[in-house]
Every structure is written in C-alpha cells, then in structure tokens.
C-alpha cells in the first residue's frame, strides 16, 4: 500500500485537511493559527501568517503520512528560519500544554499508590521531566543559535560546532516515556487500574507520537538543510 | 499474521522499481501481505508486529547492521536481507535469510517462509519470562553497575552483559536504566533503601 499519491496539496481547504487527520489541530494551535478560517485554503491561510506554505504542508504530511518522504530539495535557505520558529514554538507546545497534562494525571494516578510505588513513579517522572527539558535547553541555546549564526553568515563560529554533534546528541528521549508506559500497562498492580490509568495512557501515546514527528522533521528537514548550508560555507 | 491468516510483510528498499517488483510477487501469493513499503527504515515502525521484514542492508548505517534485531526494536519478525550486490558473510549472518535481486518468484517466496520457518523453530529466546541468569544481571543493573563491573562480578565477556541485558530489554519493554531500577524495585528484586 502506497501513501504516495494521498498527500496534502496547497489548493485543499485547511478544514478538509483535519477531517482527514484531527491530529493535524496541534500543528495549527503551536503555529498560532486562530480558528474560525472558514473556506481558507491552505496557501491562503499560510499567506495570512506569513508561513511557508511548502513547510507547512510538509509539516502536515510527515504528521498524517507514515510513508511520506518530504523532498528537501524544494526548500531553501529562508525556511530554516521557519523550521527552527516552528521546532520551538513546538518545544512550548510540548513544555506548556503537553506534559503539564502528563504530570497532572501522573500525579493524580499516583495518589491511589502505595507509598513505594508513588515514590518509584514520581521520581521517575520528575528525572524524565528534566531530561526532555535540559534536551530542548540544548537545541534552543547551542543547536539553532548556531544555525542562525551560520545563516548570518557569521564564519567565525565554525569550526566550533557542527550539525554532525546535534545528530550525535539527538538522545532519543522517547526511550523513557515507553518505559513509563510500560511499567503503567504491564507492572504496576492490578488492584490500582482505574479510568485514571488509561486516561494518562492516551496521552503519553499522544506526546510519544508526536515527539515521533517532531524528531523526523529534525533528521528529515532541519539536519540536511543545515548540512547544505554547512558546505556552502567551507 | 493478520485477520485473514496472511503473513504481515513490511518491504524496506529504497528503489522504487525493485521495490515494485518484490511488491508484485509477494501480492500474487495469498500466504503474505504487503503491509507497509518504506525507502527509509527510520521510518519504521516496531508497533506493526509484522511477521517478516525485508531490508535492503545498504540502508542500515554500517555500524548498525550487526544487531538487526534491535535495530528494529527487538522484533520478533523474520528479518530477511534483499541484497543488490555482494555483502560481508558476517553482516549476512544477521539475517533469517538473503533474497538476491537475481532470484526468481519461486525462489524469493521459498526464502521468505524458510525465514519464518527459522523464527518459528528458533525463537530468540523465551519471551515471557526472566532467566534466573538475568535476573541476577538486572539486579546488578538496577543497583548501578556498569557492564564492566557486571562481566566482572559474573566472570563474565561484557558482550555476554550487553546480550543479557538486550534481552532483558526485549523481554520487559523497558530500556531505560531508571526504567529497569522501577521495575527491579516494584519486583522486590532490589530493596529501595539499596538508593538512599
């Protein structure tokens, strides 16, 4: 089965695009896109924003489309910038809507715990909490400081840093989530299942996909890009 | 498998042509399904539960291919390699079995259930429950060690410590090392005053 041909195009309205994937509605709310657009195409809505549509349907179709390989030869050096406005506006996504969820059903969940296990879980949670916060530190204050420097083509900052690092200290984050995951369907005891339980569940598996896509738009758009810049500039 | 009985497929190759082509003898035979055709095996996706993955080895980064089996999330699938050109015996010996591009339909189906056959006969290892012998490993795990520390206690190659603890890994869902301290602790493997 070939997903090639069931791709987004410029030409569809923006309402069409989330019947076809409700998943999409992040997207729309990190970029600040403000509801009530009524027949907006999507080139028409990403006029209005100022956003690139090609990243924007590239963004969208790496979100509803396993097999989708965006084509990186079709954007350029000013997208960058968009790329990277985006990967932060979907690191406050992620810190502000996202696991603040996560953390308020973890902790209700824990409170039917005994003791041991809320403090096994919770500590767990709080370790995980600061890594994925210290890994978008790390991408927000060394990773694109350094691909805006290497777009004002500030050559003094080479040779200190390359891409290649990033991609070397990628850590994949989501390891621990999966673990969390686990341990709440498999180990934690049976005498504790509640509605709790699944509820935080639907919602690790929400965040867990969706740093998915957040980390392929890194490799598949931001890395090669940054990668040809870097040779432009040896 | 799926509802129907065939035999989950998942086709790694990035040329479109071969890629069709394996497609079209694989669809002609009603004991498998094509489930997913992807260039780039990142995209890959270990909750699928396919039954066989056929990969072309020159899209898996040369210091990955001698672990294919966590390369695809410790999967329980056959792995067979769909080969272009000539490999390494030793990168060849981690797959179930080797289709070359010259082979012909009968053969290229042949291969694919000896390689399920091979994974039927030989299950990696005892998917539910730990061995005594990883149990120890994991407490040592949880307690902190190092793989190092862990050869030297058991008397141990630190390639048997890595080979354990993937299994364990596999076994449990859980790779993190705070992942496997929660579970050794919930277990009464270790003691939670053993961590201050």
């Known amino acids: 089965m070939s997903d090639k041909t069931r791709i987004y195009t410029k030409r569809m309205k923006v309402s069409d695009l989330l019947a076809c994937d409700s998943s999409l509605l992040s997207i729309l709310q990190r970029l600040d896109i403000r509801l009530g657009f009524g027949e907006a195409t999507v080139a028409e809505l990403c006029t209005r924003y100022g956003i690139s549509a090609d990243l924007f349907l590239m963004i969208c179709n790496i979100y509803s489309f396993r097999e989708y390989v965006p084509q990186v030869e079709s954007l350029g050096k000013s997208d960058i910038k968009n790329i990277t406005t985006y990967l932060r506006a979907s690191h406050r996504y992620y810190t502000g809507v996202c696991f603040p969820a996560i953390h308020e059903s973890i902790h209700r969940m824990v409170n039917e715990l005994d003791e041991m296990s809320r403090k096994l879980i919770d500590k767990f949670y709080d370790d995980y909490d600061n890594e994925v916060n210290s890994h978008f530190m790390y991408e927000e204050d060394v990773v694109f400081p350094y691909i805006e420097s290497l777009m004002a083509d500030k050559c003094m900052e080479r040779g200190k840093y390359s891409i290649s690092q990033f991609e070397h200290n990628h850590s994949n984050i989501n390891e621990k989530l999966n673990d969390l995951k686990n341990i709440i369907i498999k180990y934690l005891t049976e005498e504790y299942s509640s509605p709790l339980r699944f509820e935080l569940l639907n919602d690790i598996y929400s965040v867990e996909n969706d740093l998915r896509k957040h980390s392929l738009i890194e490799n598949k758009l931001l890395i090669p890009l940054v990668e040809k810049l870097e040779k432009c500039h040896e | ?196």
């Open chain 2, 1 to 196: 498998m799926n509802r129907e009985g065939k035999y989950k497929v998942v086709l790694i190759e990035p040329s479109e042509i071969v890629a069709s082509g394996i497609s079209a003898i694989i669809g002609k035979n009603p004991e498998f399904t094509i489930v997913q055709t992807l260039a780039d095996p990142s995209y890959y996706n270990s909750n699928d539960n396919a039954d066989v993955i056929i990969v072309n080895p020159a899209v898996i980064d040369f210091n990955e291919r001698f672990d294919m089996r966590s390369y695809f999330g410790g999967s329980e699938a056959a792995i067979v390699a769909l080969t272009h050109s000539n490999y390494e015996e030793s990168v060849l010996r981690q797959y179930d079995e080797c289709i070359g591009i010259y082979d012909n339909a009968s053969r290229i189906i042949q291969k694919i259930r000896n390689a399920i056959e091979e994974c039927i006969q030989n299950p990696r290892s005892d998917i539910n429950e730990l061995s005594a012998r990883e149990r120890d490993i994991l407490k040592a795990v949880a307690k902190g060690m190092t793989n190092k520390e862990i050869a030297d206690e058991f008397n141990i190659s630190i390639y048997t410590v890595i080979s354990h603890r993937r299994n364990i890994s596999q076994k449990l869902g859980i790779n993190s090392i705070p992942g496997l301290t929660v579970y050794a602790i919930m277990n009464k493997l270790v003691d939670m005053s053993d961590f201050g």
